[in-house]
């Protein structure tokens, strides 16, 4: 059973309090390991992803069937293997992330103000992209799909996957998602050396100028440490949902969504507030239902034991500040009318309006991106999208006119933090010739 | 004198690589020191401010005449002492600022796709934001305003300063600069222990959600440490400029806009690239001329002698990759015709088109904003916009049809990936009702 709130208990605020400071994820210090790894792949290069690669996940890169690049006769023999049900999902799924993403592009700007300064900036791709993808069962098709289309939508020409292979398999469903993007340049390789060789680059891989992608801690780690060197996107952690729902809702589908986010990983948390007590009640209920038949059931229960909770209100506006405080990576408004409540909204990843929008949904085909921000980092940060793989280099344009009309106020405050030669540049154009 | 090279010369390549690649920041290893002024600050909140400002800025905040937080009289007797012309030409400067960025605002979209599926999303400033300001002599009262009004005019309702004051004193100049752009909440603190103040919170300092501003090693080891927890801007590098030059240019005017970058930092960069020897020749002399009268002539000198460059090229489109290469944080293209060059610039943050836009120009008063990515970091990044004080909701709605065509594909995916009751969240709509 999850922790019960009403927001009218007197005690209230403090609970919720530390349910929202709650910490999940249990934190590992790793720098000192990941620092002497990327040091070790910055001197010896390929040599180092070899060896950590021997010793991490049991592959051999000079065995021809388990190269350190995959092959495209390899992509291609992988798959084959998959479902073809799951390439024709894995299709849709492609052509509705990008066309959802391509009215993502930003336009270029440029103007001149008043006294005919000319002022704008363009918009360039990132010329090169590393995509991290975990190993083992967190090694999910869906998200290459999610990383690599908005890179592609934006003009990046080089997209370097890498994707640790426990005793050199790599699941042939994340290499038919790669392969359905468009990436052909794919390495076995994973954790703090794939990011270090993606920054630094080594003899065989060259470096890229941004890398993104989920991983453990030590990917995590890698990518702190190299921030900077190349752009990193969040680091991602644990996931949540918080539904919103009046009492009109069917108990059995909002204990399902919730279930769909605890099943991710125990440290998830899956979040009801409520208008109705009982319809808190008959989730609570439906949620240990269902529990007994998922096949993910120890890691979704132990996370709705840990970190679940359901929390009544008076009324769906007492609603929406909570909301905001949670930050929710997902936010489910299962009400008559989301459009009401949305643009009370300040702080989610994103929202899923009315009964019919699982969260699933959106992981999937809904064609929005599914790389979202964790832990309450929605207050400052936005999911996954083309702008992430496109930067602004701003153009500023005067004429002899404009100067004049500006070097003055420009050399004034030159002088005054100290800067004589940033005055100096100004003055001399207003008594030479160029 | 800089460093020659020449494109022509056959073993210029690696002699650019080395160029690009030359490290220019001595780096200090604060990791440990930080992690322990954050944890103390953590633990111990006003007190341990309160003894870090005594030990490492010689401040009492038991000194009526010096506490933590800056009040009102205090920033309105500082403003008094700044001269009225300081004064007039931030006020311009605020005025072309916040007009400029006004254009930056992102819009919402929303949609239904062919099938119905409803997709968009709606961008909302970040609650509250922290600007660390620098003390000492890298205390500008411009980046005050480069780093605020963006800020405002994106929505932000809260912002903090944060700066250290040696003896408590701080720049007259910078709580002007404050003023102007709307800043009320001041505080005289600096360093790591700011940093963790900000993302933290103490007894007297409300939580942010967002960190940006320029600061030294133990400012940035901090940033670095709680990006997670709250939001940052880039990390920032020594300065660089790149200046292209034609043979019909004033090298006194190209030499003053080394100098204005070199003036910086000992560690800053300024390159020319130009297409005439006679040129780059005398743009040498110019600059050894003009080091003999600048104030900051001993720092200037260094960062030319150190890491300035002229790179003479045979013509102006062998200049564009190299550029490119460099990604510089300025580019001033000092060329008859920029319009023609400014769409092959790839990685740069800044263009300054024409012999009439000093880079100086947009320190101050050109209304773009001088916060720009240095150290090659402009092949993934971009400079300060509004963009980094607002943060984006993705909306996604789908009513039973649009569900009943997409649910399949998920339910596929979900299962390929293991994810029961992602499969079930999707499929148990199809069944039951609402």
Redesign the interface.
């Known amino acids: 059973m999850a922790l019960w709130l009403d927001a009218a208990d007197a005690d209230f605020e403090s609970a919720f309090k530390e349910l929202i400071s709650m910490k999940r994820e249990v934190s590992t210090d790793v720098?000192t390991v990941v620092d002497g790894i990327i040091a070790d792949v910055r001197k010896n290069g390929d040599a180092a992803l070899a060896a950590y690669s021997a010793r991490f996940d049991s592959v051999d890169f000079s065995n021809p069937a388990t190269p350190m690049r995959i092959g495209e006769d390899a992509i291609e023999a992988a798959v084959a293997e998959v479902?073809p049900?799951?390439i024709?999902?894995?299709t849709?799924?492609e052509k509705?992330i990008r066309?959802?993403h391509a009215?993502q592009l930003?336009p270029d700007?440029f103007?001149e103000?008043e006294i005919g300064?000319?002022?704008g900036h363009?918009w360039?791709a990132?010329?090169a992209v590393g995509l991290y993808v975990p190993g083992g069962?967190a090694s999910?098709?869906?998200s290459v799909l999610m990383n690599a289309v908005p890179a592609k939508v934006a003009g990046v020409e080089r997209i370097v996957m890498v994707v640790p292979a426990m005793k050199g398999a790599v699941n042939p469903?994340v290499l038919a998602a790669a392969k359905i993007a468009g990436i052909t340049e794919i390495y076995r390789i994973g954790g703090a050396q794939a990011v270090a060789a993606l920054a630094y680059g080594t003899e065989t891989i060259a470096p890229v100028?941004?890398i993104v992608g989920p991983g453990n801690a030590y990917v995590a780690a890698a990518k702190?440490a190299v921030?900077?060197i190349?752009?990193i996107d969040?680091?991602a952690?644990p996931s949540e949902v918080l539904v919103i729902a009046d009492g009109d809702?069917?108990p059995?589908?909002i204990a399902?969504?919730l279930?769909?986010q605890?099943?991710?990983d125990e440290a998830a948390q899956a979040i009801l507030i409520t208008t109705d007590a009982a319809l808190g009640e008959a989730v609570d209920q439906a949620v240990e239902r269902?529990l007994k038949t998922?096949?993910?059931s120890n890691i979704?229960g132990a996370s709705w034991r840990d970190f679940g909770a359901i929390i009544t209100v008076p009324d769906l506006d007492a609603a929406m500040p909570l909301a905001n405080r949670i930050a929710p990576e997902h936010?489910e408004l299962a009400v008559a009318d989301?459009d009401a409540l949305?643009?009370k909204?300040?702080?989610?990843?994103?929202?899923?309006?009315?009964?019919?929008?699982?969260?699933?949904?959106?992981?999937?085909?809904?064609?929005?991106?599914h790389v979202?921000?964790t832990?309450r980092?929605?207050?400052?940060?936005?999911?996954l999208?083309v702008?992430d793989f496109v930067?602004?280099?701003?153009?500023?344009?005067?004429?002899?006119e404009?100067?004049n009309k500006?070097?003055?106020?420009?050399i004034?405050?030159?002088e005054?933090?100290?800067?004589?030669?940033?005055?100096?540049?100004?003055a001399?154009?207003l008594n030479?010739?160029?």
Not at 406 to 410: N, R
Request: hydrophobic letters at 40%.
């Open positions: 720098g479902d049900k799951v024709a999902a894995l849709l799924a509705r066309s959802h009215r930003p700007d103007y103000d300064v000319g002022l363009r360039t990132v010329e069962t999910y098709p869906s469903a100028a941004k702190r921030f900077g190349v752009g969040m680091i952690g809702n069917n059995d589908w399902a969504d279930l769909a605890a099943e991710h269902q998922l096949p993910r979704a936010l989301p949305i643009p909204v300040r702080n989610a990843g994103a929202i899923f309006a009315g009964h019919y929008t699982p969260e699933a949904i959106g992981d999937y085909v809904g064609g929005s991106n979202l921000p832990a980092s929605a207050r400052f940060s936005s999911g999208s702008l930067k602004r280099t701003s153009i500023l344009r005067l004429g002899p404009q100067l500006l070097a003055p106020s420009a004034e405050l030159a005054c933090e100290g800067l004589g030669a940033h005055a100096k540049s100004v001399i154009r030479s010739k160029g």
